[in-house]
């Protein structure tokens, strides 16, 4: 007992008191090491081999010695002490999360990437639809009915239950029927008629409540409601503003374009209306400039597309911000700041882009094209990266329709076919979207700041 006879006056002046029990980590002497504690394979390295491998340096390349250094680090060998007097500490406990750097990175949520069905969710057939790009003959209403011109027929399909219904079937001498539109309550709809005329319908009841005539001389293509006001373009490239409320229903004209307005689109705001024409051109018009006596100066007039402008989408989370996309002999997406009229940048897509519609839950556009792919194409914005092309229709997409929970898209084309994509996602995703969307962005409610 060697520890005992170094201690003996220490024990000699405890034995006075009763003594007092100690652990086994209390014992360990400090000048004593603990075994263990201690790596006996790396001491006996320590002891023999490396003493030879120091003693005589063997000549080895710069690549070899850091291949050794790091291969040393990594398996703690250059530890330089071999006796060890304590107990190594505690492990840290499993419950803390290694895999985070630091307490930021561990706090931002790993956003997964959305699943994208490359085939149409339901195909349904499209008999007689007029192979026009100038016309607009799909729409998709706020109540969840899609509406669709069949030649001389309008027919209604409910997203709901399946159930198709006729709306209505002109006569030959006032078809074909050349555009349909919803108005916002999702229970009265327009529809454009060859001859000229603009028919309002109560969809519920097949209720004819008005005709609005003498606002073209030719067919109307293109529609879009405002509130209570009806916009027309026609073949004759006037732009009419109907208020259906009042009995004289034309409140104003817009005239800019020469040639056939093939695109109409309201601003969120109501604010801004876009237009697009077979004669190239884009106007953007302002209802603070708006004249009740006299024809309505454009705000902006952009000639920087080569073909026919009819898809047009104004972007849901930018109020000032448009986007065009250009016929066969253009292919490019453009977008574009309406309240300073700059273009901010210009996408050659390869093909005829026949219409346009923004993700309104994510940052994503998607686009609809002709010859050669007609291929629905989706987009990451502003970046313009593909995410995803859909393929299945044989003829240009002519046109498209969003449904109203935003996450479908309705595709009606020259193969006579209507296919429905779950392109922007589901309805419960979007849902938390935008509950995590719940604060606009500043200043989306103003038009301009003075």
């Known amino acids: ?31 004593i090491p603990n075994r263990s504690a201690m790596d006996f394979d790396y001491a006996h390295y320590m002891l023999t081999g490396s003493k030879t491998g120091k003693e005589n340096p063997i000549a080895t390349s710069p690549s070899r010695e850091a291949y050794r250094k790091r291969l040393a680090d990594s398996l703690d060998m250059n530890r330089t002490r071999i006796l060890a007097f304590r107990n190594k500490p505690p492990t840290p406990s499993e419950t803390v999360s290694t895999d985070c750097s630091s307490s930021i990175r561990c706090s931002e949520p790993v956003k997964s ?67 349909v539109k919803w108005a916002p309550d999702g229970r009265h709809i327009s529809v454009g008629l060859n001859n000229s005329d603009v028919q309002l319908w109560e969809s519920a009841s097949n209720k004819l409540l008005r005709t609005l005539r003498g606002c073209h ?33 034309i409140v104003e004209t817009y005239s800019g374009h020469h040639q056939e307005v093939c695109g109409l689109k309201w601003s969120a705001s109501g604010q801004q209306l876009a237009s697009g024409g077979n004669d190239n051109l884009l106007h953007i018009w302002d209802r603070s400039t708006s004249s009740v006596n006299s024809r309505t100066q454009w705000l902006h007039r952009l000639e920087e597309h080569t073909a026919a402008v009819k898809a047009l989408a104004w972007c849901p989370f930018q109020a000032n911000l448009l986007a065009s996309g250009g016929g066969g002999g253009d292919k490019c997406i453009k977008f574009w700041n309406t309240h300073t009229g700059s273009c901010l940048n210009s996408v050659d897509t390869g ?38 092309e859909l393929t299945g229709h044989t003829s240009r997409v002519l046109f498209m329709a969003q449904s109203p929970d935003g996450c479908t898209v309705a595709s009606a084309a020259g193969d006579e076919t209507l296919r429905l994509w779950n392109v922007f996602g589901s309805p419960e995703v979007a849902a938390k979207a935008n509950a995590r969307k719940a604060v606009t962005e500043p200043f989306a409610h103003l038009n301009r700041i003075r």
Request: proline share 4%.
């Open 351 to 388: 093909s005829q882009v026949c219409a346009l519609l923004w993700n309104k839950n994510e940052r994503e556009l998607l686009s609809s094209h002709g010859f050669t792919q007609n291929q629905l194409t989706l987009w990451k914005y502003p970046s313009m990266v593909k995410m995803a």
């Open 1 to 31: 007992m060697d520890a005992g006879s170094e201690c003996s006056p220490v024990i000699k002046s405890q034995s006075r008191a009763p003594l007092h029990t100690k652990t086994s980590k209390d014992n360990l002497d400090r000048f």
């Open 113 to 179: 990437r959305r699943y994208i069905p490359q085939t149409s969710e339901r195909t349904l057939d499209a008999p007689d639809l007029v192979d026009d790009y100038y016309l607009n003959l799909l729409d998709w209403g706020s109540t969840n009915v899609l509406a669709i011109a069949l030649a001389n027929t309008v027919y209604l399909w409910d997203a709901s239950d399946g159930n198709t219904s006729e709306l209505v079937t002109v006569d030959d001498d006032t078809g074909p029927v050349t555009s």
């Open 217 to 249: 001389q030719s067919r109307v293509g293109s529609l879009d409601w405002n509130n209570h006001i009806l916009t027309t373009g026609g073949m004759d490239g006037q732009i009419v503003n109907n208020d259906v409320r009042i009995r004289s229903h």
